[in-house]
């Protein structure tokens, strides 16, 4: 069946570091692919999602690109901030959302 | 427009207890779905549902679990007895269609805890 497979955490940086989380998905067909962020204490929020092969999906100076050839979308942040200290979820639609584990971010001012 | 409406936020019952969990879905969305998150296991999908008709329970734990959609825009999520292994925080999402280009959108869950 479809998964997803991210990048073990917890992560901790320092403000202004560069940040990627690595994110794989086996699947059949091409899904679409979802960035979700979860605030301490809060529920998932969409961060970025692609549709498609080379999509490359952004918000808030977050950035993923659906890669077919390497059946990954890493997100990357080229400088994070205290108030990006979340938790982030790859997610793979096949008319459900299939979850990868999370990853624990946490950055140090 | 309000979102995912979720209640009650926080729940503490005894165990052999039943619980009822509500949602009330996006107006217009016509696919809901119940996920429980644990450190353990994670976000799993327990059920969803398209146009109120259940689609996929193949997640539901156990028969104690069971969950209805009467109308467009209610859904409970029941269990009965309740256990301590069923403390989790569970969310409840709806999206436009079937299929996730439109997106989904999550309430801000139940936390459930069973003593």
């Known amino acids: 069946g479809n998964s997803v497979t991210q990048m073990e955490g917890p992560v901790t940086l320092s403000e202004e570091a560069f940040l990627t989380i690595n994110c794989t998905y086996t699947?059949?067909?091409?899904?679409?692919l979802f960035w979700y962020v979860q605030y301490p204490g809060e529920g998932l929020q969409l961060l970025l999602k692609a549709t498609k092969a080379d999509d490359k999906g952004s918000n808030k100076g977050f950035e993923a690109t659906y890669r077919k050839e390497t059946t990954s979308f890493h997100l990357e942040k080229g400088s994070v901030q205290v108030s990006d200290s979340a938790v982030y979820f790859c997610a793979l639609d096949d008319y459900k959302l299939s979850f990868g584990a999370g990853t624990t971010v946490t950055v140090r001012a | 427009d309000a979102g995912v409406i979720q209640s009650p936020r926080h729940e503490v019952t005894e165990m052999g207890q039943e619980v009822t969990l509500r949602c009330k879905p996006i107006s217009g969305h016509n696919s809901l779905f119940w996920y429980r998150q644990t450190m353990m296991r994670g976000l799993e999908l327990l059920i969803y549902f398209n146009n109120n008709v259940p689609i996929d329970d193949s997640g539901m734990p156990e028969d104690r679990f069971s969950a209805k959609m009467p109308n467009a825009s209610f859904s409970t999520l029941k269990i009965q007895p309740s256990e301590p292994r069923d403390s989790a925080v569970y969310f409840c999402?709806?999206?436009?269609?079937?299929?996730?280009?439109?997106?989904?959108?999550f309430g801000s869950g139940t936390r459930l805890t069973v003593v």
């Open positions: 999402a709806s999206s436009p269609g079937a299929g996730g280009a439109a997106g989904y959108t």
């Open positions: 699947a059949t067909g091409y899904p679409s």
